[in-house]
């Protein structure tokens, strides 16, 4: 059974960076596309980045050119590199492995605060 584990959130001042890790347990993690969605207060959760089993990348627009997606295949491990964070990231944000069924991680909290 595959399990996702996110780590690295935080709380972080505007115009800061973190670096979102998620590790995966199971043996299909390099063929399987990994993605990271985010859930604020109130609101639905929704897309934020993907990455292929082959390296391409696809961010929503609210993120593109501030974060990047990456992925180690011997680590079984995807990342997400948040810079230039504004208050508007503020969110848990969760990995998702694209598999039959999908799988989700627990989540972890980004807060952007002065």
């Known amino acids: 059974q595959v399990q996702l584990v996110e780590s690295g959130g935080g709380l972080v001042q505007p115009g800061g960076s973190l670096r979102l890790s998620c590790a995966a347990s199971g043996s299909i993690f390099s063929i399987s596309a990994m993605g990271w969605y985010r859930q604020a207060p109130g609101r639905q959760r929704e897309f934020v980045a993907i990455?292929?089993?082959?390296?391409?990348?696809n961010y929503a627009d609210s993120v593109k050119g501030r974060f990047t997606i990456s992925r180690d295949n011997a680590k079984n491990t995807v990342y997400l590199q948040l810079n230039n964070l504004k208050a508007e990231d503020t969110a848990v944000y969760y990995c998702?492995?694209?598999?039959?069924?999908?799988?989700w991680g627990q989540g972890t909290q980004v807060t952007v605060s002065s």
């Open positions: 990455i292929t089993s082959g390296g391409a990348t």
């Open positions: 998702k492995q694209y598999t039959s069924p999908d799988v």
